[in-house]
DNA sequence: GTGGTTCTTGACTGACTAGTCCAGAACGTA
DNA sequence: TACGTTCTGGACTAGTCAGTCAAGAACCAC
């Protein structure tokens, strides 16, 4: 991505970090949105000129691709990490994750969410790339879930004969409907109450 | 909210449809967001000229306020129609509710989703009319859902000792969540099965 | 040092946008 | 028909925004 090869006498190096600056971009598409971001305010938040600004990632809109596609994959991971394990505590993580996603949606005060819902809602029906990314995280997200109500069914607590990827579908969807709720101004109690319903009506064995 | 008392010498007529502006102004609004929207693109689009828009809606905010608003009271609307009636059908009517927002997300091919989402995950960082009106949307909707799934626990379609507000919940987060999905471009099938599943795993009696 | 390269800064540009304003149009009443 | 009122259309304003550019800064190899 940055040439950091010089050809004769090495140039001036780069003043700023590139992922720090792509965390303050973050920030800004995240608390209004793609269409009321100002580059200067970006800019200006990350104390970078805009020439270095359109210089290192392009324009805006290819700025807020590298920030969104970042974050996702960074919400890849954080479930992994939630999500994978020995078999044994397989469900007990499953309940903890979707709890954690209520808590999390239910505590977020200035309620600006998660940025892949947000940024999924605002570009959707214009922005391919957008839709590509969202795609890729879903069925990364459902392929850890269904990984993980997997181990529970081998563990013996979910029923062995559902079918772990339709299971996975609705936890998934659930989960998207907690953060559109949240977002909704739904109160902290029934957030976790869905949450709770949810791994209530899972099949026993 | 218009004036169409007039004290002396009856004044110019509006001449235009007050209801059709505002379905055209959603539109707009619908397929591009809140802040990417022109107000001179919904001038064009509705052939009235600015002062008459100003004049009649007050500002841009306004205006989304308005569309917003009827968007969402006609959204109830339309779920009342789908769920309310005798206990016998009730079962049958929440099922067929829940697969009729999946296709309708799986089929919605300019993927602009609903409005009600957008705009929420769009605003409700910024702008408190928008959360309470995603707020008490979303309560009119789980409040039916609730009184459904109440008489299909009286006609012996769903375990009557479930707690039908937690159901509610928890169907109204998964209807939510096939919204979020179906933006996100999960695949019409996808969508269908996390509808079949979210019934499926509703406790019998 | 000197040269060659890339980085930085912020003023500048051109396009666009929300909102205003006003001259004239369209009405019912007297 | 003349009047008072409200509506209409679109030109206009003042401000905002994404993106560019040029002059200089920082760096290393030689």
């Known amino acids: 991505m940055v040439k950091n090869r ?15 600056v792509l965390r303050v971009a973050r920030d800004q598409f995240w608390a209004t ?7 200067d305010d970006i800019a200006a938040a ?3 000129g805009k020439g270095s600004l359109y210089g290192a990632f392009g324009d805006k809109h290819q700025l807020f691709l590298r920030t ?28 903890a994750h979707v ?20 940024g999924t809602a605002e570009l959707s ?15 990364a997200i459902e392929e850890l879930i269904a990984s993980c109500v997997a181990g ?11 079918d772990p990827g339709h299971l996975a579908g609705l936890l998934l969807a659930v989960l998207r409907g907690i953060e ?10 029934s957030l976790r109450a869905i949450a709770e319903t949810a791994m209530a009506v899972l099949p026993r064995p």
């Open 6 to 20: 010089y050809r004769k006498g090495m140039a001036r190096p780069r003043s700023f970090d590139e992922d720090e």
């Open 33 to 39: 949105g793609y269409a009321a971001a100002r580059v």
């Open 46 to 48: 990350t104390g970078l």
């Open 68 to 95: 969104f596609d970042k974050y996702s994959a960074a919400m890849v991971e954080g479930v992994r990490r939630q999500l994978e394990g020995p078999d044994a505590g397989a469900y007990e993580r499953l309940r």
């Open 99 to 118: 709890a954690a996603v209520a808590d999390a949606t239910a505590s977020d005060v200035c309620r600006r969410g998660c940025l892949l819902a947000k």
């Open 125 to 139: 029906g214009q922005d391919p790339a957008v839709v590509a990314t969202a795609r890729r995280t879903f069925a």
């Open 152 to 162: 529970a069914q081998r563990a013996g607590e979910i029923d062995p004969n559902a």
């Open 180 to 189: 559109a709720l949240g977002k909704g101004g739904s109160s902290p109690e």
